[in-house]
């Protein structure tokens, strides 16, 4: 079994109000670790809090864990309020990309974020491009509308073994996009599913 160089760390939040439904990713990161051909490695924890969340944001922003070049956040979200993170039950509730940029530093160059959540791309190019600039990130992946939770992970599955095939740069991505909407273009248009790469004019390096 051939281990992928590339690496998921995974964030995920409560999904419903009843603490009596078990729902999680975990089964999504647990098929794509088993895949014969790459299998990929992940790390996955739970967050229940803003103060979590930031503190895994920054472990993951870390040198030591570049080997993890994935972050895959799995919460609720919405085109205003970015991720539903913790109690939203509080005054500023909600985490958007200006406020996810500074948790996560600005030295992400080769590395990528999936926002695993409804509606959270569904903003102007011009703050995803901020917030890639920002970072050094070459690319981040999402919906621009609510998704299907069920329908949307299993595309997630199918998104993982794509962009895990090629080098983490921006003409990697380019292919790696190419191949998403050629092979699996249905699916795309149906979650109104967006990957915007960094523009090379901005790039911290390809």
């Not at 979590?52 to 870390?62: A, D, P, V």
């Not at 926002?115 to 992946?141: N, Y």
């Amino acid at each position: 079994m051939k281990t992928s160089k590339h690496a998921i760390f995974c964030l995920e939040g409560d999904w419903w109000n009843d603490m009596n439904r078990g729902s999680t990713v975990r089964p999504i990161l647990e098929l794509v670790n088993q895949a014969p051909d790459q299998n990929i490695n992940y790390i996955h924890r739970d967050v229940g809090t803003v103060e979590e969340f930031e503190f895994y944001c920054r472990k993951w922003s870390q040198r030591r864990m570049s080997r993890y070049d994935i972050l895959y956040l799995a919460f609720h979200g919405s085109r205003d309020r970015g991720l539903h993170v913790g109690d939203q039950r509080r005054k500023n509730k909600g985490t958007t990309l200006e406020m996810l940029a500074p948790m996560l530093g600005t030295s992400l160059k080769g590395r990528i974020v999936h926002f695993g959540s409804c509606g959270t791309l569904r903003v102007d190019r011009r703050r995803l491009q901020k917030f890639l600039r920002e970072t050094g990130l070459v690319a981040m992946t999402g919906y621009r509308e609510d998704v299907d939770w069920l329908f949307s992970a299993s595309f997630e599955v199918l998104l993982f073994d794509v962009l895990t095939r090629y080098p983490f740069t921006i003409r990697g991505m380019k292919q790696a996009r190419d191949e998403l909407f050629h092979n699996h273009g249905a699916m795309c248009r149906r979650l109104d599913f967006r990957m915007e790469i960094r523009d090379r004019r901005v790039s911290v390096g390809t």
